[in-house]
């Protein structure tokens, strides 16, 4: 079962702009993640925010979790044609399982 | 250098045949794990072992199998009793919460 659900599916913007993406999962969590991925590759760590956080900064990252909504979301300020990947969140209970959403789709046009 | 390699690369089997994907790591990471990934799709667990010789099953074990007779390793059988097993595999290991992937295995069943 997938727990975290992005939303939007696809996302276009011109460099520059801010980009936007949202995750919803259904049950508890010690923390969630977020991971980019490059098309055809493996998928790479951005941020981990645990339960007890309600926001966190890396870079042009930013992150935040909202557990009475069971939401989150990752802001990527300034975006460039180099941030084109696939986006997903990824929540963690208290085993060692790590659940995937679907993922965003963000295209960054020169 | 320090990571995980996947191998092979691409991968085709013919219907009815067992394929088996290797994982290597030297990060020394007790944890690992093995996800596929559909066209479009988020990640959907297979199995993931947190110590040599002991693996779970994930959400979507049947038609697989591992092995975990060493810490570096963690092969994922294919076997012919996988439905539809043409998708992007993906190895991981983890640390402190955090996953780190391969490259991935893209199998195709002709």
């Known amino acids: 079962s997938q727990q975290g659900e992005e939303d939007p599916q696809a996302l276009s913007i011109q460099e520059g702009e801010n980009a936007t993406m949202n995750c919803s999962y259904k049950?508890?969590?010690?923390?969630l993640q977020w991971y980019r991925q490059n098309s055809g590759r493996g998928l790479v760590h951005l941020i981990l925010i645990r339960s007890n956080e309600r926001e966190k900064h890396s870079g042009r990252l930013r992150v935040t979790l909202d557990t009475s909504k069971k939401s989150s979301s990752l802001l990527i300020t300034a975006s460039r044609a180099a941030d084109t990947a696939s986006y997903f969140c990824a929540t963690g209970g208290s085993n060692y399982k790590l659940t995937f959403g679907k993922g965003t789709l963000l295209t960054v046009n020169p | 250098d320090g990571g995980i390699t996947q191998s092979p690369k691409y991968l085709f089997r013919k219907e009815g045949q067992n394929v088996t994907l290797s994982c290597e790591q030297n990060l020394n990471h007790d944890a690992m794990y093995w996800y596929r990934q559909d066209p479009g799709q988020g990640l959907r667990l297979i199995y993931y072992?947190?110590?040599?010789?002991?693996?779970q099953k994930g959400d979507i074990a049947e038609g697989y199998s591992v092995s975990r007779e060493k810490k570096e390793s963690f092969p994922l059988t294919v076997t012919s009793a996988q439905k539809n097993p043409t998708a992007f595999y993906l190895c991981?290991?983890?640390?402190?919460?955090?996953?780190?992937f391969g490259e991935g295995s893209r199998l195709t069943v002709l």
């Open positions: 991981a290991t983890r640390e402190i919460g955090e996953l780190f």
């Open positions: 049950t508890s969590i010690n923390n």
């Open positions: 072992s947190q110590i040599v010789n002991d693996f």
